[in-house]
């Protein structure tokens, strides 16, 4: 069965420092793996999606992705935060034989410093 | 284009009564979702939909009925609600998974707060 595992619940990093939220994943088939970013209050917004096409993934806001099959992770990372990227984070695996079902981690609470 | 919308975006029960969310998208999309989300868990899936007219189990779903009556809505119904369905609900939409990866992206909706006294 497919799961996901996000490495820490709470991440906290000062303005202008990189950003590393950690993800490992379990999967019997190719999947497709997401980051989806939730704002205090708000619905869930994709940052980005992983399907095979390349291993390095661009997404929005200057967040990027890394699959790596021998390790099962794919790594959201940002060089630099913004006080604004302070928020619930989610690392989501899908199967498409599994109804397009996602699976989602518990979530990274990303806090930003001044 | 409004994406996925829900209503109510708010509601507050008593134990015992019932309510049904309402779930709409204006994509086209075949599959839709009814998640909830709790403290610490993530997104739960309670029950989803590959088409008009069909629905099946998610990974909760003991508590909660629906139906996909329209390709554009899903209802999400709680018969006799619990105060431990206390919780926000999500609504998500997708075209229909294939291989390669395309079309499972899906889109949420903005919630909908749930509390039972």
């Known amino acids: 069965a497919q799961s996901v595992t996000q490495l820490d619940s709470h991440v906290s990093v000062s303005e202008g420092t990189p950003v590393l939220l950690r993800c490992n994943y379990s999967?019997?088939?190719?999947?497709?793996l997401f980051w989806y970013v939730q704002h205090p209050n708000k619905g869930l917004q994709l940052l980005l999606k992983?399907?095979?096409?390349?291993?390095l993934v661009k997404g929005i806001n200057g967040f990027e992705a890394e699959f790596k099959k021998s390790e099962t992770s794919f790594h959201l990372t940002k060089p630099s935060a913004h006080m604004s990227d302070a928020a619930e984070y989610f690392c989501v695996v899908s199967e498409y034989n599994q109804g397009g079902k996602l699976i989602f981690g518990q979530g990274t609470e990303l806090s930003v410093k001044p | 284009n409004a994406g996925v919308t829900q209503t109510p975006k708010f509601r507050v029960l008593k134990t015992g009564q019932s309510m049904t969310l309402l779930c709409a998208q204006d994509m086209n999309h075949e599959y839709m979702y009814w998640y909830r989300q709790d403290p610490g868990m993530g997104l739960r899936l309670i029950h989803y939909s590959v088409g008009e007219g069909t629905t099946a189990k998610g990974e909760v779903p003991d508590g909660y009925n629906v139906s996909r009556l329209k390709k554009q809505n899903f209802l999400l119904g709680l018969e006799s609600a619990a105060p431990s369905q206390t919780s926000v609900y999500f609504c998500a939409s997708s075209y229909m998974p294939r291989t390669g990866g395309s079309g499972d992206t899906q889109y949420f909706g903005p919630g909908t707060r749930l509390t039972v006294l």
């Open positions: 992983y399907t095979s096409a390349a291993t």
């Open positions: 999967s019997s088939y190719s999947p497709s």
